[in-house]
């Protein structure tokens, strides 16, 4: 058996493998078609179309489907070069409808829409073990002891070995022509629940690739809900993240020295659209960078005369909405003041204070500190102070 883990490798892929996505179920057990639910948001066949397009060997993708959605996703599928093929009334009738769709590939991959989960590196490893062997199938050892059952359908007739057993998922590859060979072997087949037991049938070997237990088949509405659950661990949910920000100034006499969110005395202000708070706009950008949720000029655009001479606490709040709108929050901020005057290490502890109740976060999460610039350029002469910034962003 292979390992998903060896798969890939850093060896040259060639785009020679079609891939072939079965999604044709009129989703009897969901109540409607399943294809289309979404998990984490986006649809499920829409989830195994993106896996497989990042992969480099994949040079094709045939969607096997209904009529209905090709009708309504199809004209987007043709501009990427995804070819879409109406399905049959089994499952095995629509892989043949899709394989007819893979001539001239080297290798065809034959994947349920209905798992989701899929990752790249296991379809990488199944791709490689069908070049290596002719064919191969996704799989994970069976957990629970699986009983047969006595034609009356209630009296157990035997337990199986569990250790012998492997539950079968997708996707399941093949050299072209081994795939088509056990296809055309049984012509009047219509019922496998999977097509490599016709590999088998047909007197051919068939690899196993061990895959993942996230790889499931969703079925019911309670496999929904634990598909949703599955993609928001690997997602990072309850994860940190990092980002990082910076702000210049001009220094200018006549205005107040706005920093932190509260005011320093000197001589010279901060010149600015807003109050030219340097702490605040680098903090922010920092905590919307952990988030990648764009800057704080998008939303307070320097075009706009409307917030001209704003407090920049507007703009933390602002912030934090975006933030818990995306289900994260500020853990923590690490703060680097660049600038020749004024001194500011006296001011530490206010600025700390502000800063921390503004991100509402404890005192001992905010760091401040300052750094001159050696009296070089702009900010050594005092005619601009620089803010860096590093946000500690927490996912609920
Ligand atoms: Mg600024």
């Not at 292979?2 to 009129?26: F, L, P, Q, Y």
């Not at 986006?42 to 090709?70: D, K, N, Y």
């Not at 999977?194 to 509405?221: F, Y």
């Not at 598909?227 to 702000?247: C, F």
Request: hydrophobic share 45%.
């Amino acid at each position: 058996m292979a390992s998903a883990a060896n798969g890939g490798g850093t060896e040259v892929r060639k785009a020679d493998c079609a891939a072939v996505i079965v999604a044709a179920g009129d989703g009897r057990r969901m109540g409607r078609p399943k294809q289309m639910l979404p998990v984490g948001g986006v649809p499920m066949l829409e989830r195994s179309i993106a896996e497989f397009s990042r992969l480099p060997e994949v040079g094709r993708i045939v969607v096997v489907t209904t009529a209905e959605i090709i009708e309504r996703y199809g004209g987007d599928w043709a501009k990427k070069n995804i070819v879409a093929v109406l399905g049959g009334a089994t499952r095995l009738e629509s892989v043949r409808a899709g394989v007819r769709k893979a001539s001239g590939a080297g290798i065809v991959a034959v994947h349920d829409a209905a798992r989701p989960l899929i990752r790249g590196e296991q379809i990488s490893a199944a791709i490689a073990e069908a070049r290596k062997s002719g064919a191969s199938v996704l799989a994970v050892p069976v957990k629970d002891t699986i009983k047969t059952v006595a034609a009356d359908g209630k009296t157990v007739a035997g337990t199986l070995e569990r250790k012998k057993l492997w539950a079968a998922q997708t996707p399941q590859c093949y050299r072209l022509e081994v795939l088509e060979s056990a296809l055309a072997a049984f012509p009047e087949e219509k019922d496998a629940t999977d097509e490599s037991q016709l590999v088998e049938r047909n007197g051919g070997k068939v690899t196993l690739v061990e895959g993942s237990d996230s790889n499931i088949k969703v079925t019911t509405p309670a496999d929904l809900a634990a598909a949703d659950a599955l993609l928001g661990a690997s997602s990072g949910e309850g994860k940190m993240r990092v980002g990082l920000g910076y702000d210049i100034h001009r220094m200018v006499p006549g205005r107040p020295l706005i920093m932190g969110g509260i005011r320093i005395p000197h001589t010279k202000g901060l010149l600015g659209h807003s109050d030219g708070d340097v702490v605040l706009h680098a903090a922010c950008d920092a905590a919307l960078g952990a988030i990648a949720a764009g800057e704080i000029g998008i939303y307070f655009p320097p075009t706009d005369l409307t917030i001209m001479g704003i407090s920049s606490i507007a703009i933390v709040e602002k912030t934090l909405d975006v933030l818990s709108s995306r289900g994260a929050a500020v853990a923590q901020l690490d703060i680097t003041v660049i600038a020749e005057e004024p001194k500011l290490s006296g001011h530490y502890p206010a600025l700390r204070k502000s800063v921390a109740d503004l991100f509402r976060l404890p005192i001992e999460n905010v760091s401040i500190k300052a750094k001159s610039y050696e009296g070089l350029g702009e900010i050594g002469r005092g005619e601009a102070m620089a803010c860096n910034a590093l946000a500690v962003v927490r996912l609920k």
